[in-house]
């Protein structure tokens, strides 16, 4: 939410929101003509941002159950997206990028922090508990995050933080700040 500059009115989303805590600050961003939405698979992590949104009085939040891959929302109803180290748990990270292109309008805006690997990650650490809960196992190499992220037709990707290479089990990885948007109908 560090570099989100939410505004007045725009709705935007929380991709693995957990206890919802970004998605209530960018409520309050947006403001009550804005909507701020929070996406997870935790049945539990969604019950606490519910009951908390609800004790705060927020009207303008909403919080959906689902898979990165297949964000039940309509095409191009977002001004923002947000993400902190959660697109390297899915599977298909194209899906992923594939979907946040789709729900953004034209202009819309990304900002997302996720991790790297300066290698291939190798398949032993794929499914491992530890390595999972580091948020490194499904890291994929900092070229192949950018091909993506081209792939799918987002523009503009700046690097707005990026930390050191560090060892996690055999390999290197790094954590980034990304942001970009999707181009306009026009196709800039």
Same mark, same amino acid.
Request: proline share 4%; net charge neutral.
């Given at each position: ?14 991709? #693995?929101?957990?206890? #919802? ?19 997870? +698979? ?13 004790? @705060? #009085? ?37 899906? +992923? ?26 398949? @032993? ?28 037709? @987002?523009?503009? +990707? ?10 996690? #089990? ?19």
């Amino acid at each position: 939410i560090r570099y989100a500059e939410a505004r007045l009115g725009e709705w935007t989303l929380d991709l #693995g929101s957990g206890r #919802g805590q970004d998605v209530l600050r960018l409520a309050e961003a947006v403001g009550p003509n804005g909507r701020s939405y929070g996406l997870d +698979v935790s049945d539990g992590m969604l019950d606490k941002s519910r009951r908390t949104a609800a004790k @705060l #009085g927020l009207r303008n939040v909403e919080f959906l159950k689902s898979e990165l891959e297949r964000i039940p929302l309509p095409n191009a109803c977002l001004d923002l997206v947000l993400s902190n180290c959660t697109i390297n748990h899915a599977a298909d990270k194209t899906a +992923v990028w594939r979907e946040i292109h789709r729900v953004l309008k034209p202009k819309g805006r990304f900002v997302v922090s996720d991790i790297y690997a300066l290698e291939d990650v190798p398949e @032993l650490y794929r499914n491992d508990p530890v390595a999972v809960s580091e948020c490194w196992a499904g890291a994929v190499r900092r070229d192949v995050y950018f091909a993506t992220l081209a792939s799918v037709g @987002l523009i503009d +990707v700046t690097v707005l933080e990026e930390s050191a290479p560090y060892d996690k #089990g055999q390999i290197r990885v790094a954590s980034f700040t990304l942001a970009g948007r999707k181009p306009c109908c026009c196709g800039g």
